[in-house]
């Protein structure tokens, strides 16, 4: 099936440029989603350019544009820690886009997913209690809300969200799966399992750096999942590959067959 799946790349300059164009394409793409249909579900990404693809959200006179009452928030994947830690990907979230927002974006529709604590013991604990959560927003029948676009970061190594090259945790069933022994610290994590992220409408995997290039290319010439998870990551109607000149360095002329 990865062989059929069909990705559209696009090339930015830098970084920087990646986050300010990718946070234009978000907001422009809720606007226009908005038109059509309410609520949306969007799942948001952590690291560095996922981040600051957040900031520029919050920067952007778009941003006033969209209903955010009619946005719920979600998360791919989190570092399971204690609520309010600085690595968690919620808290730089919440630093980043979240806190400006202000009440334009209701605390209901924000789904972190949980942290560490005397009630949340475990990643499992975290994970089915997530689960749980998606489960309610979800339409009849399925696990997880009808997620319009799901946000992805990718490492040097190819993982997305806390899904890591042969990791348990790539063949996990259901919607979430607790992670232990990650090889990127921390060690503990509550990750989206294929299973949800592929239900979603479009994945956007976001890239950048030259340290990504090798997993660029492998991801996008179908590796498979074991070796490049990224090459499992795909949306029902679209899958998209933004990513920086330095990350595409390893690109075969015309960017991918794939």
């Given at each position: ?19 300010e ?38 920067a ?25 830690d ?7 979230a ?15 529709n924000v789904h ?20 749980a ?36 945790a790539?063949?996990?069933q ?8 990650s090889?990127?610290?921390p ?50 109607h679209?899958t ?19």
């Amino acid at each position: 099936m990865m062989s059929t799946v069909r990705r559209d790349v696009v090339v930015h300059p830098d970084a920087n440029l990646l986050a300010e164009t990718t946070a234009a394409r978000l907001l422009v793409t809720l606007v226009d989603a908005q038109s059509h249909r309410a609520p949306l579900h969007v799942v948001l990404t952590g690291g560095t350019v996922g981040i600051r693809t957040l900031a520029a959200v919050a920067a952007s006179p778009v941003r006033d544009a969209v209903d955010w009452s009619q946005v719920h928030l979600w998360w791919g994947d989190e570092r399971f820690l204690p609520e309010g830690d600085p690595d968690r990907n919620e808290t730089q979230a919440r630093d980043a886009l979240l806190t400006a927002l202000g009440d334009a974006l209701p605390a209901a529709n924000v789904h972190a997913v949980p942290a560490l604590g005397a009630d949340v013991p475990t990643p499992e604990a975290a994970a089915d209690a997530y689960a749980a959560e998606l489960g309610r927003h979800a339409p009849e029948g399925a696990r997880v809300p009808a997620f319009d676009v799901l946000l992805l970061g990718m490492g040097p190594d190819g993982h997305v969200a806390s899904l890591f090259p042969g990791h348990p945790a790539l063949g996990a069933q259901g919607a979430t799966t607790g992670v232990h022994a990650s090889p990127k610290p921390p060690p503990l994590r509550v990750s989206l399992a294929f299973e949800a992220i592929r239900t979603a409408r479009e994945v956007w995997v976001v890239a950048a750096g030259a340290e990504k290039a090798p997993a660029v290319a492998s991801a996008l010439a179908s590796a498979p999942v074991e070796e490049t998870p990224a090459a499992g990551a795909f949306g029902t109607h679209r899958t998209l590959w933004l990513i920086d000149a330095a990350a595409a360095a390893d690109l075969p002329p015309g960017g991918t067959a794939a």
